[in-house]
């Protein structure tokens, strides 16, 4: 097992990743974008039972190296959790659901790039900033966590919120995401509103 933190990958601006996970949740969770009723992804759900039918990969969860979270083989087509995120993903903690969504990005955006095994959130690392050439848009880490916050935060449900006079704590509350996964995610809606 190799493993292939950080890696340069075709560059994507935010707002081609916005497009592909649109398609993305219109095909496998259309629930989230019911106008006027926002909804937390079911992450849990995805993960035991239609992850092969959504993005054709296996689920596993194994004892991973203790700063491991995941990891994405693109060999074998497996999505793996350590016993750790799976806990969090079982007891509905925002962590382990970035860190579903977060492989579901590298599956979705990758594949070409990444022809070997993945190991993915590496705790208390800013892995993407250690490499001075690699730029944030070209960087697979920098990719697969805007997929992750843009998954579980649909465009137009957080533009609606934002317009109704919400804020990062109602995007907390009613996406079950951490409350920096929510303040990232309104400056960047906010970034492409404007820009
Ligand atoms: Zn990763």
């Not at 035991?48 to 994405?72: H, I, M, Q, W």
């Not at 382990?96 to 993945?118: N, P, Y």
């Not at 070209?138 to 966590?145: F, I, K, M, R, V």
């Amino acid at each position: 097992m190799s493993s292939g933190l950080s890696v340069k990958v075709t560059p994507k601006k935010k707002i081609e990743i916005e497009r592909l996970v649109y398609f993305r949740q219109k095909k496998s969770f259309a629930y989230m974008l019911e106008k006027g009723r926002p909804a937390s992804i079911n992450a849990l759900d995805l993960f035991e039972f239609n992850l092969k039918r959504e993005y054709g990969f296996e689920a596993d969860v194994r004892d991973l190296p203790s700063d491991c979270e995941g990891l994405t083989d693109f060999s074998t087509n497996e999505l793996v959790l350590s016993v750790a995120s799976h806990a969090q993903l079982g007891n509905n903690e925002p962590r382990g659901i970035f860190t579903v969504c977060h492989e579901l990005g590298h599956i979705d955006m990758h594949k070409s790039d990444m022809s070997h095994c993945h190991l993915s959130r590496v705790k208390g690392r800013q892995l993407y900033r250690r490499r001075g050439d690699i730029k944030a848009f070209e960087c697979s880490e920098w990719q697969a966590d805007y997929y992750s916050g843009s998954l579980q935060m649909p465009y137009m449900q957080v533009v609606d919120i934002l317009e109704q006079g919400g804020d990062e704590g109602d995007l907390q509350r009613i996406f079950n995401v951490s409350f920096t996964a929510a303040r990232k995610r309104v400056g960047y809606v906010n970034s492409l509103r404007k820009g």
